[in-house]
């Protein structure tokens, strides 16, 4: 029995200070890459690595709190021997315990890490593929009595003689080997937020486990070699490969296929992502895979899910423990756990029972809070908790701790200072470094550099070969990476692949004959703005499209004169009038020519002449006269009275009824005889026939195209209902025309004159043509247009300018004339 209290007190000296976190403070590093995974799957994905690969790495953590190892064990003698073990009062000079009503407990933790490694598959997806070899050891439940009884080796005289009770003692540990696949997704970026999950499928060998828990411990010592136990309930249990010989005991599989399970999903919050997206290599809105871009990350995960499945040593089954005086001198030659069991089996009765067991996983459940405070300044809390309850006497498990822990997270290099504080009641501080691929540390920094007892002690290492992703290299920050530039040290374009287009004519500038300027690949890059073909450094009119004749220069009208020397660049002309036409052919360019589609002499202002003839009584030519511009024939007297016959001549006279005569400035009518044709004048008198004399203010204003092509409308499109004074409303628009243009002339004046045709009685046609004029005039008052600059004329049937005989010659002489005078 004294080899059992020697191996819990063993047990006690060398578990020292544990955590229940390995890689404390570095395994939430932004770096960690594979490591992080253990903590929480979803860190696999959107991590600064391509690939992340452990070679190696070890953790172990030991914990007790009861028997502590003084510092003086530590020194050395000259020789560099330590003293301790060269005095046979080792455990009176060098230990130390912890006396209070506190349960006691051991805990003791160790994970070999073999080659594993995490793939970036996309910004999306990653996966990781691990395998560690991991060992737990728990004592729990050890009330102070008994564990007083066992650090002295049941020598305690003062405990002896009396029962004694111990409530739910337990011992478990567990070693096997996991390999996992992890996978992680990101379910959501988008603005400030960014949501991704992971899940670990493990693959568990379990290699040895044993448990041992009683419920209720009855006992009383009498000495140090005589026990009595009161109807104790002990539920045992341990893997086959403990009955093995001792020497040969190894670590080899001890269990059936078993499966674990880790789950975890991370949000993270980032307020400035757009300070980490780029364009580059014609991609745009890319998100920086080298920076770590969140204010506050927030994980949530449970991991160790499962158990192994193990086979029953053949004596290792329940009992109950109700024995008197059993003398303990039974077990000095208990060498193995074989023998273990043989003494247990010939001393109690043992229940039959399940020939397999189940070793539950130390199942935890952890939430992740980080936040940036500065650049690579950090800081992170992480409560772990891995519940252990009274019934699970078949489970290992590890320590619920809240750890705090500031770091500096840089690329290749971090520093990590945890604080915590765990479930025994342990505070603990410590430090890790990360140094490029090699990562050690402590969870406790204390054993290491207090000049306290050591009650614990732990330690970390792992050796990597990380690839992280790299910052986007553009060193002629012109968004097409280095690794795709063709011109390093020059900005350019994506489409020339870095190569510069300065003007952006998607025509490189090395085969760009003008770089500075945007132009067309069939003239290499140079420009052609006006689209004639010719380019603009060769073009006299780059602006104008243009002919090659004139060097680029346009000629519009195609006249073989070109515009800027074209004084009527639209319309085809001749050289001698500096490109502007003469249809006519009269000799007088159009613009001056008042009749240019009919030739006449330039002294008739290019219209044909119409010339009064005077003759007398034989046919004989007196005097000719040509016909003034106002359509009159003026005389300062005529010779005779007796000479009152004339002739018209020129083009379209034959149609001609009567002509007006101006003689001494008083107006004369002349009415073409019906017999011979010859024309015989009637004095007009103030109101004859209610005629008006001339007025000599009636002079025409000689209007541009525009506004000519306006009063021709209006005459055109001017129809009344039959027989009547009512204007069509089809007529209305070309009217309302007429009054906007007379708005913006406010010296004109517009004569109106009424005419009818001969059909029907002459009163009436006069009457008619009178209601006609004054209905335009009552429209265009209506419109604005002052009562006072119109003049109102009306002739019934006497003014024709058409046959009447013929319908097509009524329908002209039934109308209204509008011409502006001034």
């Known amino acids: 029995m004294k080899k059992i209290t020697l191996l819990l007190l063993s047990a006690m000296m060398f578990s020292l200070s544990s955590f229940a976190q390995d ?73 130390s315990t912890r006396d209070n009503k506190i349960n006691k407990s051991i805990y003791f933790s160790n994970q070999i890490y073999t080659p594993s490694f995490l793939v970036t598959i996309n910004k999306k997806n990653a996966f990781a593929l691990k395998s560690k070899v991991r060992t737990l050891f728990n004592v729990d439940g050890l009330e102070p009595e008994l564990a007083t009884l066992l ?13 004694l009770s111990n409530q739910d003692f337990s011992i478990q540990t567990m070693t096997w080997v996991e390999y996992a696949a992890t996978y992680g997704h990101v379910f959501k970026d988008e603005g400030e937020h960014f949501l991704k999950a992971g899940v670990s499928v493990k693959y568990l060998q379990g290699l040895q486990a044993a448990y041992m828990s009683i419920r209720n411990l009855d006992y009383e010592f009498t000495d140090d070699t005589t026990l009595s136990l009161f109807h104790s309930d002990v539920s045992y249990g341990h893997s086959t490969n403990f009955e093995a010989d001792q020497n040969n005991l190894g670590f080899k599989q001890a269990s059936l296929p078993s499966f674990g399970f880790d789950f975890g ?53 329940n009992f109950t423990a109700d024995i008197g005086y059993w003398n303990l001198h039974q077990f000095d030659n208990t060498g193995s756990v074989q023998q273990f069991d043989s003494t247990l ?100 920094l204390g054993p290491w550099v207090s000049r306290k007892d050591i009650y614990g002690m732990d330690a970390y290492f792992m050796l990597k070969i990380p690839i992280m992703y790299r910052r986007p290299h553009d060193k002629d920050n012109d968004k097409v990476s ?6 390093k040290d020059v900005p350019g374009t994506w489409e020339f692949l870095g190569c510069p287009d300065r003007d952006g004519d998607h ?137 009152v016959v004339f002739n018209i001549e020129g083009e379209n006279t034959e149609v001609l009824t009567e002509v007006k005569v101006m003689v001494g400035g008083i107006a004369k009518k002349a009415i073409r005889d019906a017999k011979d044709h010859y024309f015989r004048f009637i004095i007009l008198k103030p109101d004859a026939n209610n005629l008006k004399p001339v007025d000599a203010k009636d002079v025409a204003i000689k209007l541009n195209q525009e506004e000519a092509e306006v009063l021709k409308k209006a005459f055109d499109n001017l129809e009344f209902a039959t027989a009547k004074d009512i204007i069509k409303v089809e007529s209305l628009v070309s009217l309302d025309e007429l009054a906007g243009l007379m708005k913006k002339k406010p010296g004109w004046r517009l004569k109106i004159s009424g005419h009818t045709d001969n059909q029907g009685d002459s009163a009436k046609n006069l009457k008619l043509s009178e209601k006609r004029a004054k209905a335009v005039q009552n429209y265009l008052v209506s419109k604005g247009i002052a009562a006072d600059r119109f003049k109102v004329e009306w002739f019934g049937s006497k003014k024709p300018i058409a046959d009447n005989k013929t319908e097509a010659g009524r329908q002209k002489n039934r109308r209204v004339e509008m011409l502006i005078i001034e």
């Not at 860190?43 to 690595?49: A, C, E, I, L």
């Not at 765990?422 to 505070?427: E, L, V």
């Not at 004749?549 to 006249?559: I, L, R, T, Y």
Request: hydrophobic share 30%; glycine share 8%; aromatic share 12%.
């Open 23 to 95: 890689f404390l403070g570095y395994i939430n590093s932004n770096y960690s890459g594979v490591t992080g995974t253990d903590l929480n799957p979803a860190n696999v994905v959107d991590t600064r690595y391509k690939v992340d690969i452990t070679l190696f790495g070890l953790s172990f953590a030991a914990y007790n709190n009861y028997v502590g190892l003084k510092r003086d064990a530590l020194k050395k003698d000259q020789y560099g021997h330590l003293y301790a073990f060269d005095d046979t009062s080792f455990a009176d000079h060098y230990l």
């Open 482 to 487: 280095d690794k795709k530039d063709k011109c």
């Open 507 to 643: 025509i490189a500038d090395k085969d760009d004959a003008c770089p500075d300027d945007p132009g067309l690949p069939e003239f290499q890059g140079c420009p052609d703005r006006d689209g004639d073909k010719i380019i603009d450094k060769l073009d006299a009119c780059p602006d104008d499209a243009g002919l090659p004749e004139f060097n680029g220069c346009p000629d519009k009208d195609g006249d073989k004169i070109m515009d800027k020397e074209d004084d009527c660049p639209d319309e085809p002309g001749l050289p001698q009038f500096k490109g502007c036409p003469d249809r006519d052919g009269d000799g007088v360019m159009d613009k001056i020519d008042e009749c240019p589609d009919k030739p006449g002499p330039a002294s008739n202002n290019g219209c044909p002449e119409v010339k009064l003839i005077l003759i007398d009584a034989q046919g004989n030519s007196l005097r000719t006269v040509v016909q003034s511009k106002d359509g009159s024939f003026s005389f300062d007297e005529l010779p005779a009275d007796e000479f």
């Open 265 to 317: 999903v991370v949000y993270e919050w980032r307020p400035d992502f757009e300070k980490f997206k780029y364009d580059m290599d014609g991609k745009t809105g890319l998100t920086r895979r080298d920076k770590n871009k969140y204010k506050l990350k927030v994980g949530l995960s449970v991991v160790d899910i499962g158990h192994i499945k193990f086979k029953k040593g053949t004596y290792s089954h």
């Open 345 to 444: 089996k010939a001393t109690y009765t043992m229940q039959d029972g399940d020939q397999y067991f189940k070793m539950n996983l130390p199942m935890a459940i952890t939430a992740q809070i980080d936040y940036n405070i500065y650049k690579d300044f950090y800081v992170n809390f992480t409560p772990y908790w891995s519940p252990r309850l009274k019934s699970d006497k078949e489970k290992v498990h590890d320590l619920t701790t809240f750890s705090l822990t500031p770091r500096w997270d840089h690329k290749w290099f971090g520093a990590f200072i945890p604080f915590s504080y765990d479930n025994t009641g342990n505070f603990k501080a410590g430090l890790a470094l990360r140094l490029g691929p090699i990562i050690f540390g402590t969870n406790s």
């Open 151 to 163: 650090y002295h080796s049941l020598d305690y005289p003062s405990l002896w003689s009396q029962k």
